[in-house]
């Protein structure tokens, strides 16, 4: 691409972006405006223009997941040599690289996990801690060291900011531990996350040999999410600039929801002020989402109240009107559940892969409903935070096999299918396992692998050229060393948190109500401000279909005393207003008939057949909850049966014709 065609790839916000090459630079960039596009645009802009040379570029982010994007859209756009790393790894990088010289021998072995050490320091102290403790200390030590937080101005600090000692301690006894924690961790050799940018950082200000040579290396910075930089960062940001003002930053205010660990929004509030003559865009095109959701996101802002003189950006919908956001009400948490998974199998069936499909929520505790939920239709699910994708076993076993593949591969065969052959040996296969667990969970990550393998011979064959198996394993290093895994298929369930920098064609937000979202606990003005940005991010992760809803109850017949999120209060449709979804709030209680025992009783027969037939256990067919569901609603046609909790596609293809006989022969058939 010439300089020309990269600029005519973008619309005006964003060729704004790319044709300030020299720094400083604001870029104040909307949900789904494209801030990645026009940003590596930018970067490739500056690079064939001849005002950047590659090498001299760092672009840094936040998570290994974007920043493999970046290096992906960099590389797609014909640009080698640019670093675009998360800050940790830029920092880790360069620590290593200097350390020999700077400090002499290894440099200390990175701490997986604070929690033992946290222990071992409360510990020392006669410190009563359990797990959940532990837990809580560890962040709150994380925190005093992003914010740039010594053990001697804790106290202060800590008093200043209103926070509140965690597990039952004060202040005090925490500025305690801080240090016991430092002495626990030196005394073992290794150092924590923090201490990366903290030791890189101050060898920059003690070392100007080391200093020069970083700052003659990169001379030009990109910071994305910038919303979300912390103290720590900061600093470290500062020393590779020294004093320097190339730099282009790029966030939104109202994605700022990582307060408590130590983010803030103050460094891109103020980045006019902190650099004057600064050039800011502002990008509000929004090319993800409807003008349905992008409606609903907008007032969402609207009605907060205003942060220090600060006005949220007012998004513009670019794509096609579509269906309106759904509103529903239900009786209880369980029955949420089960109506999301109802939900979510009528989109599948419509054609909506499961990997573009989210379950939301506020807290990761809420995860165990819809996991059963889905699990009892038969529907996949990726959970968000669990077991990192290139720790798993079979994806370390594949990739072996891959590696040998790449080797005794015959150069003419058809990448995609040498690697097929491949991890047939480790497991995979080309239909999916019938039942739900570790062994579908297996074959999902390999079919992840799978599907990486067509994509990149696609890209390959667009190019003019032919990817190999050895391209497949390059890739899948470069992606493992970035913790940049594949897309699983699957529904996707996650906290509002964990959601942050994704999309997907539907979400589904729930337990909307209060003590949920707003948290329990938010009683400030800045943190009930960032509960309800933690929303807004919510609603702008969606493309097309977007569903909140709520339960009036926790448990199944408990007293229906829950209220909904005072976010919501004057767009729920109840309230009158329509724009965003039906007039009427769709209220989906539990059934609370009784099913026909005839009925119930010729279903249980056909079961056990089944059961036998198939040498399965009669509950892997359908389960009892479900056969009772089926006895008392006497569904009459497939969208009615698709309607029941516990009955997916799956099952639908498999017995549907089955079951809808029963009840017809039943003779209790209802319209």
Known sequence: ???????DALDPDQRAVAGALTGPVCVLAGAGTGKTRAITHRIAYGVRTGVYAPTSVLAVTFTARAAGEMRTRLRDLGVAGVQARTFHSAALRQLRYFWPRVVGGPVPELLAQKAPVVADAAHRLGLSVDRVAVRDLASEIEWAKVSRI????????????????????????????????????????????????????????????????????????????YQDISPLQ?????????????????????????????????????????????????????????????????EVLRRAPKENGWQPLELIAQRPSAGPVRFAVYDDDEAEAAGVATRISRLIAAGTRPSQIAVLYRINSQSEAFEQALAAIGIGYVLRGGERFFARREVRDAITTLRG?????????????????????????????????????RWDSLSALVALADELASTAEKAGGRATVAD???????????????????????????????????????????????????????????????????????????????????????????????FLD???????????????????????????????????EWRREVATRTSKPDFTIIGDV??????????????????????????????????????ARAGKVVG
Not at 509 to 532: C, F, H, K
Not at 637 to 655: E, M, Q, T, W
């Open 472 to 566: 497949l394993v390059a890739d899948l290093d470069e992606r493992a060393a970035a913790q940049h895994a594949p897309t699983v298929e699957g529904v996707t369930l996650a906290s509002l948190h964990a959601a942050k920098g994704l999309e997907w064609d539907a979400v589904f937000l729930t337990g909307l109500s209060e003590g949920l979202v707003p948290w329990a606990s938010a009683d400030t003005t800045a943190d009930l401000a960032e509960e309800r940005r933690l929303l807004y991010v919510g609603v702008t992760r969606a493309r097309e279909h977007l569903e909140l809803s709520y339960a009036r109850s926790r448990t199944p017949g408990g007293r229906g005393n829950r209220r909904r999120s005072r």
């Open 405 to 441: 593949a790449a080797v005794a591969a015959d150069p003419d065969d058809s990448m995609p299918q040498a690697a097929r052959d491949a991890l047939r040996a480790v497991g995979w296969s080309e239909e999916a396992p019938a039942a739900r667990g570790a062994s579908r969970e």
């Open 234 to 298: 900061k600093f470290l940001l500062d020393q590779w600039l020294g004093g320097r003002d190339e730099l282009c930053v790029v966030g939104d205010p109202a994605q700022t929801i990582y307060s408590f660990a130590g983010a803030t929004p103050h460094y891109l509030t103020r980045f006019t002020a902190d650099h004057p003559g600064s050039q800011v865009v502002k990008l509000v095109r929004d090319y993800r989402s409807t003008p349905q959701v992008v409606g609903l996101a907008n």
């Open 1 to 7: 691409m010439s300089p020309d065609d990269l600029l």
């Open 626 to 663: 479900t056969l009772a569901s089926i006895a008392e609603l006497r569904p009459a046609s497939v969208p009615d049966l698709a309607r029941i909790h516990g009955i997916g596609p799956a099952k639908i293809d498999r017995y549907g014709t089955e079951l809808l006989d029963l009840v």
């Open 150 to 225: 010594t053990a001697e101005d804790y106290e202060t600090a800590a008093a200043a900011a209103g926070r509140p000692a965690p597990a039952g301690h004060d202040h005090q006894v925490i500025a305690r531990l801080i240090t016991a924690y430092e002495d626990a961790k030196d005394a073992r050799g290794v150092m924590d996350m923090e201490d990366i940018l903290w030791l890189l950082a101050g060898m920059l200000v003690d070392n100007g040999a080391v200093a020069d040579e970083v700052r003659g290396q990169y001379r030009r910075f990109v910071v994305d999410e």
């Open 570 to 604: 004057g767009l729920w449709p109840s309230d009158g207003r329509g724009r965003f979804g039906r007039r009427e709030v769709e209220s989906v209680p539990r059934t609370t008939g009784e099913p026909d025992p005839a009925l119930l009783a010729a279903l249980k």
